[in-house]
């Protein structure tokens, strides 16, 4: 599936959201910001201001896509590399920051309340998508759960076994993979002899389809075509978003030690955000001085951002015993009293 | 006032669990037409209907990761794992999601969910049926075990635990899940989850235990008592987070103790109750603490599991060995 060709050339009818200046406009800015929030993270690591981060470089379009295509109370269950799609539902930078500079606090975000924090251990998280799906069908609210996970997760059972139920059960879920042709440095050829990933929900009796994942335009019609169909009634949608990782795993890898940078440059002109760009000018929706002023004000909202992420006062070391239970229990309390009696100070 | 078994006990706490709060469901395999392969969860499909009452696929790491999602969004699942042998696939998302999501949100998801589960050995069962992995699970920060030996604790603490906001797993002993009847008040009260249970008072011994092992554990203390010596017991009940009071006035009184439980020694949950007493009982200690407990082997097929499971006979010999101390 696709609407825009890699030169940004229409190449199927345009679906409604797209023909509107502001929205494709803020689609075309949510991109961007991800891939400023991306490079801000990553210097920030590198200057042993935050935890190891993945970046998501040359995959904006399926976070952001993704995310656009959801209503306000769906709930968003992401991977490690989500960042465009929680930014797009309402985390702010700050909280994300909060969170890889390694604070907890950071998933406590103001909204959206329900959605969940991102999701280390690969593929974990999808048996939570359907839950979440079959609280909402149960109480039969017009409401879906949307799950993204990488291509390596689809080698999970936690996959299989969330894709089987959601077909059984006809769960109002979609599943999303950001297929970005890596597992750290395992190619997506050595992970499965499936001919696609997509006709991995053939076998759970489920449709399976594959998107263009560096077309937001695409991405978000056919995420919005699964989540009609899920609130309907309709069951679940596996969508195989097709993307490339164009950086390192995370600031913790070096790519180079498995791929030739020559694999890479091919697929910078695959990117989504020149794609889009192309598009608006062509459309002549978008012009020099529009993009400079939005690069500004993305890069000033980041800075800002990170600022405010540096200036957030610590935490108390006994606060590790907060939000364990809902209640301290006593043998608990007494751990953190002999913490606070024996507290070092800070360095 | 009905007298029900420990089973029925369960089925009783479900039941009036579902009825006074409807976000509490089942699900796991075979609990609903079939009524689970204990019969725990036998007549509430017909009672609260297919809704609330679900029949899973075979896919265990599935049934905890979907109550994780049910729980996050304010439903309270009760799910039931067959056998603690194959419970062992649950553990990433117990460990790695359900025992931590408060944590991890700061109190914004949290997970009041159940896993029930039959555990321990003595039936006569198959392969792999018969494991007693309960120290995997009280080594999980954020979670809570817990273990009902009787008919009365299974009622009072499986409401507990479906009312606690958060996951806990509940380790049913099925080899007494029918040893006995006791009379039990349908009344919908929980028993606390933060106490241990004095099932005997005595002056000389203490004698330590949960699960199925209480009743070797009682026999033994009678073996004691007809030579005069007397015996607290104590059931732990809940292995985490561990209240240890119960257990350290006891001790300080009586100075030598005995922990009984089926799971292999080496780094079963007896070694952390003897670590306590250790670090909070030493100057009470008259003896070293014993454990009696299964063997460092795999739980054998029926022919050999009464040689690997602690008898009445294997604790009174610890008991003496710690009575000769002086
Ligand atoms: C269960 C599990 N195994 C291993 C890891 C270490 N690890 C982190 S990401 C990753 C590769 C994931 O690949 P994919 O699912 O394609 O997601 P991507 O990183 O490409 O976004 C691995 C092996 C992990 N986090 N979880
Ligand atoms: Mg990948």
């Known amino acids: 599936m696709q609407v825009l060709d890699e030169n940004g050339a229409v190449v199927k009818a345009l679906p409604e959201f797209a023909k509107e200046r502001t929205q494709i406009i803020e689609l075309y800015r949510a991109m961007v910001l991800n891939r400023a929030f991306d490079a801000k993270a990553i210097a920030l690591q590198r200057t042993g201001r935050l935890g190891t981060y993945a970046s998501s470089l040359g995959q904006e379009a399926v976070a952001v896509g993704t995310a656009a295509a959801m209503a306000e109370d769906d709930v968003l269950l992401p991977s490690f590399r989500g960042h465009g799609s929680q930014l797009w539902r309402g985390v702010t930078m700050v909280e994300l920051f909060q969170f890889w500079g390694g604070d907890e606090r950071g998933n406590d975000f103001a909204r959206p309340r329900q959605d969940f924090p991102v999701c280390i251990p690969v593929a974990s998280h999808i048996p939570h998508a359907v839950g979440v799906a079959l609280a909402m069908q149960m109480r039969g609210e017009r409401r879906a759960a949307v799950c993204i996970f990488g291509d390596g997760a689809t080698s999970k059972g936690d996959f299989y076994e969330a894709l089987n139920i959601a077909g059984v059960w006809n769960l109002p879920v979609v599943f999303v993979i950001n297929n970005n042709q890596w597992a750290i440095s395992v190619p997506r050829s050595a992970q499965t002899a499936a001919e696609t990933l997509a006709q991995k929900a053939i076998a759970a009796g489920l449709p399976g389809i594959q998107v263009d994942g560096n077309d937001v335009v695409a991405m978000r019609y056919s995420v919005e075509q699964a989540l009609d169909r899920a609130r309907a009634d309709g069951g679940a949608t596996l969508i195989e978003a097709l993307t490339y990782r164009m950086g390192d795993h995370t600031t913790a890898d070096d790519a180079s030690r498995y791929r030739d940078d020559a694999d890479v440059s091919h697929h910078w002109k695959l990117e989504p955000v020149a794609r889009l760009r192309s598009y608006l000018q062509q459309a002549g929706l978008w012009t020099r001085e529009d993009e400079e002023s939005l690069l500004k004000e993305c890069a000033k909202d980041v800075e800002s951002a990170a600022q405010a992420y540096l200036d957030i006062p610590g935490r108390s070391p006994e606060s590790i015993f907060d939000h364990l239970y809902y209640s301290l229990p006593a043998p608990l309390a007494a751990q953190r009293s002999a913490m606070l009696a024996e507290q070092i100070p800070d360095a | ?326």
Not at chain 2, 136 to 154: C, K, N
Not at chain 2, 198 to 222: N, P
């Open chain 2, 1 to 326: 006032m009905p007298e029900v078994t420990l089973v029925e006990a369960v089925n009783m706490a479900l039941a009036k669990a579902m009825e006074s709060d409807d976000t509490v469901m089942v699900m796991g395999e075979d609990v609903g037409i079939n009524g689970g392969v204990f019969r725990a969860t036998d007549g509430l499909l017909g009672r609260f209907g297919a809704r609330r009452v679900r029949d899973t696929p075979l896919s265990e790491a599935l049934i905890a990761g979907m109550s994780i999602g049910l729980a996050a969004q304010g439903m309270r699942p009760v799910a039931e794992i067959q056998f603690m042998g194959f419970i062992h696939p649950i553990i990433d998302q117990v460990v790695n999601h359900a025992s931590r999501l408060r944590y991890r949100t700061r109190g914004r998801l949290t997970c009041p969910m159940v896993l029930r589960c039959p555990f321990g050995g003595g039936i006569h069962a198959p392969e792999h049926h018969s494991e007693s992995t309960e120290a995997m699970f009280a080594h999980i920060p954020g979670l809570r075990v817990v273990i009902p030996s009787s008919p009365s604790r299974a009622y009072g603490l499986l409401l507990a635990a479906i009312a606690d906001p958060d996951p806990v797993v509940f380790l049913e002993p099925k080899r007494i899940y029918r040893a006995k009847r006791e009379l039990v008040e349908d009344d919908g009260k929980p028993i606390p989850l933060d106490c241990s249970f004095v099932l005997r008072r005595g002056e000389d011994l203490t004698l330590i235990t949960w699960g199925a092992m209480v009743a070797e554990t009682i026999e033994a203390s009678e073996i004691l008592a007809a030579d005069g010596v007397t015996c607290d017991v104590i059931d732990v009940g809940i292995l985490n987070p561990l209240g240890p009071n119960a257990i350290l006035d006891s001790v300080s009184k009586t100075g030598r103790c005995v922990i009984v439980h089926e799971a292999p020694l080496t780094g079963g949950y007896g070694g952390e109750i003897a670590a306590q007493l250790a670090e909070h009982a030493m100057m009470s200690l008259l003896a070293p603490v014993i454990r009696v407990t299964g063997f460092d082997s795999v739980m054998p097929l029926p022919k050999l599991e009464r040689h690997y499971m602690p008898t009445a006979n294997r604790i009174v010999s610890a008991a003496r060995k710690t009575l000769a101390y002086s």
